[in-house]
């Protein structure tokens, strides 16, 4: 939480092998002695890496990351970037010279993009098998999912006194909730598109009243469109923040780690999410197209979806696991409420119409 809470684990980076720029070259009879067993015959070779690149909200535990490199004998190099839509951009504008070897935290709403400019080539995880067949989305064999949440509006319950909370994605336009919502801005963050895509599936784009009419009630209501998720919940939402907006656009996993984190326990999450409206996000991976370290970008996928990764990606991203192997902490089930009916839109359909969505979006809300 793709976003989530972003409580980012320390990673450390492995620094590349250096080497002397004077010019001169040695030879190992120049300085090794043959009679000596103690002298090595040739260098000791560079410790192999995989580069990621993340979104901001990447968060696994050290010692998940440990256990690969000892597996594997393959160190993880992390290129974290902003939310999904920046690193999306990102890894398009350096396709023809790749930064990483896997990409990871683009979700659906933004996997035709990812497909449609190259960016990765085709494997199979060898998990597959144990992966939920529904989030396997991408026909191609590019993109493998890792995870999933549910995009949908919290609230700070304490901040509803006499007015009772809001219930739909249409009561953010009433009066009486007039300057409490803050949402992500589409254009840059995955929720925020996830978001809008809600209201375009919901209101749809015919009729007496579309997602235009919803979101022209939205500003007249004085929303907060913030760049990203971090800047709406941590800087804007009233329940994690200093902000004055009760209502926003997070996850349904969000609940809980308002509870896990607490400085005092809680019998109850101080958050309530909204389930009408909901849309279903899922995070994937991929190996990336140009890869100078391929069959090591293999490997990290596999161990991304085997049991050990998958049973950490709760209480550190605060998403469901796409293993269903996977078991889920006690204390995430618990404070954690799944929509019945989440939002979901044809990858076709958002492929033909998110820049025209996009364009029309920003016409609405300047």
């Known amino acids: ?98 930064l990483a070897d896997v990409i990871y935290g683009f979700d659906n709403t933004f996997l035709s993009r990812v497909l449609e400019e190259d960016l990765l080539v085709a494997y199979t995880s060898a998990n597959v098998e144990a992966l939920d067949p529904s989030l396997l989305l991408d026909t191609t064999g590019r993109a493998t999912p890792v995870d999933f949440s549910d995009v949908c509006l919290n609230i700070d319950k304490s901040a509803f006194g006499s007015t009772p909370p809001p219930t739909t994605l249409l009561d953010l336009t009433k009066p009486a909730y007039r300057s409490m919502t803050v949402v992500e801005n ?15 599936e919901t209101f749809g784009e015919t009729g007496n009243y579309t997602w235009k009419d919803y979101w022209a009630g939205l500003v007249d ?48 999450a101080p958050t309530a999410v ?30 991304m979806t085997g049991v050990l990764f998958q049973e950490d990606i709760p209480l550190n991203m605060f998403v469901f696991p796409a293993n269903m192997e996977a078991t889920l902490p006690p204390e995430f089930v618990k404070f954690t409420t799944l929509p019945a009916n989440p939002v979901m839109m044809d990858q076709d359909r958002i492929a033909q119409n998110r820049e025209r969505w996009l364009d029309e979006w920003l016409e609405l809300v300047r």
């Open 274 to 303: 909204i389930t009408d409206g909901c849309f279903r996000q899922v995070e994937f991976v991929g190996v990336v197209n140009g890869a100078a370290r391929p069959t090591a970008a293999e490997a990290f996928i596999d161990f």
């Open 186 to 200: 589409p254009t840059t963050s995955s929720p925020g598109l996830a978001f809008l895509l809600a209201t375009i």
């Open 1 to 98: 939480m793709k976003h989530r809470i972003a409580t980012l684990t320390a990673i450390t980076l492995i620094a590349a092998a250096c080497s002397t720029g004077t010019g001169a070259t040695t030879t190992v009879s120049d300085t090794m002695d043959p009679n000596d067993s103690s002298t090595t015959t040739a260098p000791i070779p560079s410790p192999q890496k995989v580069v990621v690149m993340t979104h901001d909200s990447f968060a696994i535990s050290d010692a998940t990351l440990a256990a690969f490199t000892e597996q594997t004998g393959i160190k993880v190099e992390l290129l974290p970037s902003a939310d999904a839509g920046t690193m999306v951009s990102q890894a398009v504008l350096t396709k023809d010279n790749p």
């Open 221 to 268: 209501n004085d929303v907060s469109i913030a760049a990203g998720w971090s800047e709406a919940y941590w800087g804007e939402f009233s329940a994690a923040s200093e902000g004055t907006r009760p209502i926003v656009v997070s996850y349904a996993s969000s609940p809980p780690a308002e509870v896990i984190f607490a400085s005092e326990p809680l019998d109850e």
